[in-house]
């Protein structure tokens, strides 16, 4: 596969799997991954798993993406802040000179090719403003070249849905029917006798009226953002909280189109800036890293739809975004 065939998805496990085994085990083992640590249970479970198994070649095939992401992002974060820093005030949208220039320099610093080449996958994977000239300096260099992952679906675990068969999902509500027929009464139970109530004079106080719900405060929450995508977006910027329509990129590539690489579809947008978005696509499948959107109806989506966990940043200079509608405060709330 040529860089410019890799996918943002493809990036990012190439990347990782680029890095020297020790080091991400060393990482991965000094990580606080408890209950109390409140870590999405689709980063936390692979991860303890890798703290557990240390194999970094299954992690890298069969983890959800978004743990990928999140060990990868840890992992080059120091290159990436030393290449932010060597690029200056062109590190929002540097030219390919500048970039390559930029890596050389860290190369004549002692960082390694493979650190630079997950530096280089990351920031394809995150869809920066310079992932084009990542890709040609990983087409173009063999130091920087990528290994092969050949990526392994999950077949059912506490993170995905599990398939059953009609029959055993019928033989199953037969019994639980049969079960609540055993529990019913044969008759009606007599009725209670009840003591009449004495008519409320003119004088006798009225109870307190309870406070109207629309009384209540709710209160927006804040999103965190990792250290690479407060460089790019605002939380506080005013389409944060909006629902857009804009171009998603695909994960990966369908065998049956390879040319089609991202679909028009709503998403929540999360941070923003003047250019760019990072937002949470808006799907019509359930999977194990997407969530019910309740207001996919308020919305006017024609189906039932589910918000993906995962953040991607979209560059709306390049591709420009639709606002269809604000979410309340309960709405918003309900994502996080």
Same mark, same amino acid.
């Given at each position: 596969?040529?860089?410019?065939?890799?996918?943002?998805?493809?990036?990012?496990?190439?990347?990782?799997?680029?890095?020297?085994?020790?080091?991400?085990?060393?990482?991965?083992?000094?990580?606080?991954?408890?209950?109390?640590?409140?870590?999405?249970?689709?980063?936390?479970?692979?991860?303890?798993?890798?703290?557990?198994?240390?194999?970094?070649? /299954?992690?890298?095939?069969?983890?959800?993406?978004?743990?990928?992401?999140?060990?990868?992002?840890?992992?080059?974060?120091?290159?990436?802040?030393?290449?932010?820093?060597?690029?200056?005030?062109? /590190?929002?949208?540097?030219?390919?000179?500048?970039?390559?220039?930029?890596?050389?320099?860290?190369?004549?610093?002692?960082?390694?090719?493979?650190?630079?080449?997950?530096?280089?996958?990351?920031?394809?994977?995150?869809?920066?403003?310079?992932?084009?000239?990542?890709?040609?300096?990983?087409?173009?260099?063999?130091?920087?070249?990528?290994?092969?992952?050949?990526?392994?679906?999950?077949?059912?675990?506490?993170?995905?849905?599990?398939?059953?068969?009609?029959?055993?999902?019928?033989?199953?509500?037969?019994?639980?029917?049969?079960?609540?027929?055993?529990?019913?009464?044969?008759?009606?139970?007599?009725?209670?006798?009840?003591?009449?109530?004495?008519?409320?004079?003119?004088?006798?106080?009225?109870?307190?009226? /309870?406070?109207?719900?629309?009384?209540?405060?709710?209160?927006?929450?804040?999103?965190?953002?990792?250290?690479?995508?407060?460089?790019?977006?605002?939380?506080?910027?005013?389409?944060?909280?909006?629902?857009?329509?804009?171009?998603?990129?695909?994960?990966?590539?369908?065998?049956?189109?390879?040319?089609?690489?991202?679909?028009?579809?709503?998403?929540?947008?999360?941070?923003? /800036?003047?250019?760019?978005?990072?937002?949470?696509?808006?799907?019509?499948?359930?999977?194990?890293?997407?969530?019910?959107?309740?207001?996919?109806?308020?919305?006017?989506?024609?189906?039932?739809?589910?918000?993906?966990?995962?953040?991607?940043?979209?560059?709306?200079?390049?591709?420009?975004?639709?606002?269809?509608?604000?979410?309340?405060?309960?709405?918003?709330?309900?994502?996080?």
């Amino acid at each position: 596969m040529t860089a410019n065939a890799l996918t943002p998805a493809d990036a990012l496990r190439r990347g990782l799997a680029r890095l020297d085994e020790a080091v991400v085990l060393e990482v991965a083992a000094a990580l606080d991954l408890r209950p109390s640590t409140k870590i999405s249970p689709a980063v936390g479970m692979p991860l303890r798993g890798l703290q557990q198994r240390r194999d970094v070649a /299954s992690f890298v095939a069969s983890a959800p993406l978004v743990a990928v992401r999140a060990l990868l992002e840890l992992l080059v974060a120091r290159s990436l802040d030393r290449i932010i820093e060597l690029l200056g005030e062109h /590190s929002e949208r540097p030219t390919y000179d500048e970039m390559a220039v930029a890596v050389d320099a860290m190369r004549a610093e002692g960082v390694s090719d493979g650190d630079l080449a997950a530096l280089l996958a990351f920031a394809i994977g995150e869809q920066f403003p310079a992932a084009e000239h990542c890709r040609r300096l990983i087409e173009e260099r063999e130091e920087f070249a990528l290994p092969e992952v050949a990526v392994v679906e999950p077949t059912g675990s506490l993170l995905t849905p599990k398939d059953v068969n009609p029959a055993v999902r019928e033989a199953r509500r037969q019994r639980r029917e049969a079960a609540k027929n055993k529990k019913k009464p044969a008759s009606p139970p007599p009725p209670r006798p009840t003591k009449a109530r004495a008519a409320a004079g003119p004088d006798t106080p009225k109870p307190p009226e /309870s406070p109207a719900m629309s009384s209540v405060v709710v209160v927006r929450r804040r999103v965190t953002l990792t250290p690479a995508e407060a460089r790019l977006v605002d939380v506080d910027h005013v389409k944060a909280g909006t629902v857009v329509s804009v171009e998603i990129p695909f994960d990966s590539i369908d065998p049956a189109m390879p040319d089609v690489r991202a679909k028009q579809r709503p998403a929540v947008v999360v941070a923003a /800036s003047d250019s760019t978005l990072l937002v949470r696509g808006i799907y019509s499948n359930q999977f194990a890293n997407r969530q019910l959107f309740g207001p996919w109806r308020r919305l006017g989506l024609d189906h039932v739809s589910y918000v993906s966990d995962e953040r991607q940043v979209i560059d709306v200079t390049a591709t420009p975004a639709t606002e269809l509608a604000r979410l309340t405060d309960e709405e918003w709330n309900s994502l996080w």
